[in-house]
């Protein structure tokens, strides 16, 4: 590879150049013992996106997305009903399937359905990015923040998803609305050039698909390390083509990501200057939620505050809201953005985010707090 090739992979990794430059810095300030990097690492966390990435490298390299995008642009008629459509989809599956793994099964049909059509797919994507966090808000099982508030606060699941939904409700009309607004009004208009023509490989379909639903399981009962090491020895001996074609990279930014944020939440500076905060006061607990979000992403915001929140529902409503605004604020975002590797996607992804979550933030706290 050349220089100026070398120098231009660097030009487009620049948040894991960013991240591990923060991590060095860090360490050298701040020395921590082994056992501290490998909690901030996420081992678990890690293994899960290597198995989920791997599955669905396997499923686009069998053209199954392909095809099943071709028909669903031949039966839908406009392109704002299928932008709710795909809205919508993110929205439910995020509540089940968590707001990442939705975000690996409808990107890649969005960016395959926009191969063959006029669907404007940066557009789309910034949209499906914002619904995976509000349909997640609802569910104790959609997100990882709220997975550990709901263990934390030892509610019943309908208890916290009752305790969550005026929050989701509010995000949702949001989210509708600004759909219907910046997408065409035009009606979805087919490119039959671009229309893929190649049959589906049956064989790396179905193994790829049972790899994304094993691998999922496996998530949801604590084995995601060994569902990636099983997903890694089985598609470097069946599919060793599609493995190499995985974002190893994402997973690279992700682990410095995860090292530089978990170690700047833990500096003694950030945990005194928490010290000083009243957090029985709910709108200092919701603004410091929302704010910590924004500087260190709301999984480890969760983590900072959890013992300082007198109220699990209070914390877990900031912290969701704290996914809107600044890319980092839910890693959700990265991970559409990259799994679409879109030009400027960061830019339009602001344009959009930041003024939802100056909209969406007091909307939600008078609704959460006039229904509580």
């Given at each position: 590879m050349t220089a100026r090739r070398w120098l231009d992979r660097l030009k487009a990794e620049w948040l894991l150049l960013a991240f591990a430059l923060l991590t060095v810095l860090l360490a050298g300030i701040d020395p921590q013992p082994l056992r501290a990097w490998q909690r901030w690492l996420q081992g678990p966390?890690?293994?899960?996106?290597?198995?989920?990435?791997?599955?669905?490298q396997g499923i686009r390299d069998s053209a199954l997305v392909q095809h099943l995008a071709a028909a669903l642009s031949a039966r839908a008629h406009s392109l704002r009903g299928l932008g709710l459509m795909l809205v919508s989809a993110a929205a439910l599956l995020s509540m089940a399937l968590t707001n990442d793994v939705s975000l690996f099964l409808l990107v890649p049909l969005t960016?395959?359905?926009?191969?063959?059509?006029?669907?404007?797919?940066?557009?789309?994507?910034?949209?499906?990015?914002?619904?995976?966090?509000?349909?997640?808000?609802?569910?104790?099982?959609?997100?990882?923040?709220?997975?550990?508030?709901?263990?934390?606060?030892?509610?019943?699941?309908?208890?916290?998803?009752?305790?969550?939904?005026?929050?989701?409700?509010?995000?949702?009309?949001?989210?509708?609305?600004?759909?219907?607004?910046?997408?065409?009004?035009?009606?979805?208009?087919?490119?039959?050039?671009?229309?893929?023509?190649?049959?589906?490989?049956?064989?790396?379909?179905?193994?790829?698909?049972?790899?994304?639903?094993?691998?999922?399981?496996?998530?949801?009962y604590g084995?995601?390390?060994?569902?990636?090491?099983?997903?890694?020895?089985?598609?470097?001996?069946?599919?060793?083509?599609?493995?190499?074609?995985?974002?190893?990279?994402?997973?690279?930014?992700?682990?410095?990501?995860?090292?530089?944020?978990?170690?700047?939440?833990?500096?003694?500076?950030?945990?005194?200057?928490?010290?000083?905060?009243?957090?029985?006061?709910?709108?200092?607990?919701?603004?410091?939620?929302?704010?910590?979000?924004?500087?260190?992403?709301?999984?480890?915001?969760?983590?900072?505050?959890?013992?300082?929140?007198?109220?699990?529902?209070a914390l877990a409503v900031a912290v969701n809201v704290g996914g809107f605004g600044l890319a980092i604020g839910s890693l959700a975002n990265l991970i559409a953005l990259r799994l679409a590797r879109l030009p400027r996607g960061l830019r339009m992804l602001h344009r959009v985010s930041i003024p939802f979550l100056l909209v969406c933030a007091p909307l939600v706290y008078l609704a959460w707090r006039w229904v509580g």
């Open positions: 966390t890690l293994a899960g996106l290597a198995g989920l990435l791997i599955a669905i960016v395959a359905i926009g191969g063959l059509s006029n669907l404007p797919v940066a557009r789309m994507v910034v949209l499906e990015a914002l619904a995976v966090n509000a349909g997640s808000t609802l569910s104790p099982v959609g997100n990882p923040q709220n997975l550990l508030l709901w263990q934390h606060g030892q509610l019943t699941f309908l208890a916290f998803a009752w305790a969550m939904l005026p929050a989701a409700a509010v995000m949702f009309a949001l989210l509708a609305a600004l759909t219907w607004a910046w997408l065409p009004r035009g009606r979805v208009a087919l490119a039959p050039q671009a229309l893929d023509r190649r049959r589906v490989a049956g064989g790396l379909a179905t193994l790829s698909l049972v790899a994304l639903a094993s691998m999922v399981l496996l998530m949801e084995h995601a390390v060994l569902g990636a090491a099983v997903l890694l020895a089985v598609f470097a001996l069946a599919a060793r083509r599609s493995l190499a074609r995985v974002d190893w990279l994402l997973l690279l930014t992700f682990a410095a990501i995860f090292l530089g944020l978990g170690h700047l939440a833990e500096l003694p500076q950030v945990r005194g200057a928490l010290d000083r905060l009243d957090f029985s006061q709910p709108l200092t607990l919701y603004l410091a939620g929302i704010l910590a979000s924004q500087a260190i992403s709301n999984v480890p915001a969760t983590v900072l505050l959890l013992e300082r929140a007198h109220d699990p529902i």
